[in-house]
């Protein structure tokens, strides 16, 4: 079983209020990911991480950032939540840059932006 | 860029066969296959390295054509447990541009 942590599953906040998601792993992986997926829809890509200090924007341009200081951490914030930000947020991660590793999503975070 | 997948649904009865195809236009790492059920999250099928190199579950195939960027995923002799939505992943730039999914494959499997 995947040991991949993502709080809280479910958030109902306000417009314009700062939120974190959080996502914890513990398998070690160098490889981290934040999708964003609307439900029966597509897995959209936002940000990604191969290591400490490493973040990338995904295809998908987002308002949320991320910091990778610790291996096992990876959350995602938003400054300022919208109505438009209401979605299903899916953290995930896989080996090390030189393995062919799976990768082990989260349960997810629903929000949901009033 | 994201990969293309077809076809966008597939309806079966239970013990036929289907491939799902994932194509890229740019030149690939990696391919991952990924099941989705509703309100779950996406579970791990097999993933295709440039080189040849692959990893998956037993009763799941795949291919890799590293020459056209495609890959197909094969489901044989269905099972009412493989509804879902599938889908393909790509890794490109040597590994580093990120894990990019497709749109997905929805798959009903009638009895």
């Known amino acids: 079983e995947a040991d991949i942590y993502q709080t809280p599953r479910y958030l109902v906040i306000g417009t314009g209020k700062k939120i974190t998601l959080e996502c914890s792993q513990t398998?070690?992986?160098?490889?981290m990911y934040w999708y964003q997926q609307d439900p029966g829809m597509e897995l959209h890509l936002i940000h990604y991480?191969?290591?400490?200090?490493?973040?990338e924007k995904g295809d998908l341009s987002s308002e949320s950032t991320v910091s990778r200081i610790r291996t096992e951490h990876f959350p995602l914030t938003l400054e300022s939540a919208r109505p438009s930000h209401t979605s299903q947020y899916l953290c995930a991660s896989s080996g090390t840059l030189d393995s062919l590793d799976e990768a082990f999503f989260g349960q997810g975070t629903r929000l949901t932006v009033v | 860029q994201q990969p293309v997948q077809s076809p966008q649904a597939v309806i079966l009865r239970e013990g036929e066969d289907a491939v799902i195809n994932c194509s890229s236009s740019?030149?690939?790492?990696?391919v991952h296959w990924y099941r989705q059920k509703h309100g779950e999250a996406p579970v791990f099928l097999m993933i295709l390295l440039k080189g040849g190199e692959q990893k998956g579950h037993e009763k799941i195939s795949a291919s890799f054509n590293e020459k056209k960027q495609q890959s197909s995923l094969y489901l044989t002799a269905s099972q009412l447990s493989y509804s879902g939505t599938y889908f393909c992943?790509?890794?490109?730039?040597?590994?580093?541009?990120?894990?990019?999914f497709g749109k997905g494959t929805h798959l009903i499997i009638q009895p």
């Open positions: 992943g790509t890794e490109s730039g040597g590994g580093a541009d990120g894990l990019t």
């Open positions: 991480s191969y290591g400490v200090n490493s973040t």
């Open positions: 398998m070690g992986h160098d490889k």
């Open positions: 740019k030149a690939l790492y990696s």
